[in-house]
């Protein structure tokens, strides 16, 4: 076993138990959101400092604090988003599409345009059936335009 190591783990022991000075432990919360050797030394060295470390005297209490601060949080997001949220349901996008499928069939729209389509592909012309449907989609546009 190398010497290093055996450095390192010391090193991230002293940042846990808060000896170092600042400057080291910048460094060192800098090599923890960056480097997963380093978290994983940290994790060794967290856990070969178990026994040192102190516990809550109180964990029903710690725990409870914890989650009473939650829904707190939680409240101020919904503050802050509770203008857009509303505009990405679901429900407002069926509905939205709902009212407007029931304006055009309410406008005849979709049976004037079922209606060219099966006298186009009723017809014994040459031209082709594609060739037909887009002469009958444009004049439908052309008449709309007006």
């Not at 030394?41 to 400092?49: G, I, N, Q, V």
């Not at 509905?95 to 389509?117: H, K, N, P, Q, Y």
């Amino acid at each position: 076993m190398s010497r290093q190591p055996q450095d390192e783990l010391e090193l991230w022991r002293s940042y846990i138990r808060g000896s170092l000075d600042s400057i080291t432990e910048a460094r060192l919360d800098a090599l923890l959101q960056r480097d997963e050797g380093a978290i994983a030394t940290y994790t060794a060295a967290l856990s070969s400092l178990e026994s040192e470390l102190p516990s809550p005297e109180d964990e029903a209490a710690y725990l409870t604090a914890i989650i009473e601060k939650l829904p707190q949080t939680i409240r101020s997001k919904e503050r802050s988003g509770s203008r857009n949220s509303w505009t990405r349901h679901p429900l407002l996008h069926y509905v939205i599409a709902a009212t407007l499928t029931a304006l055009l069939l309410g406008s005849g729209l979709f049976d004037r345009f079922a209606t060219e389509t099966n006298q186009l592909m009723n017809q014994a012309d040459a031209s082709s059936l594609s060739e037909r449907m887009m002469e009958a989609t444009t004049g439908w546009l052309d008449g709309w335009k007006r």
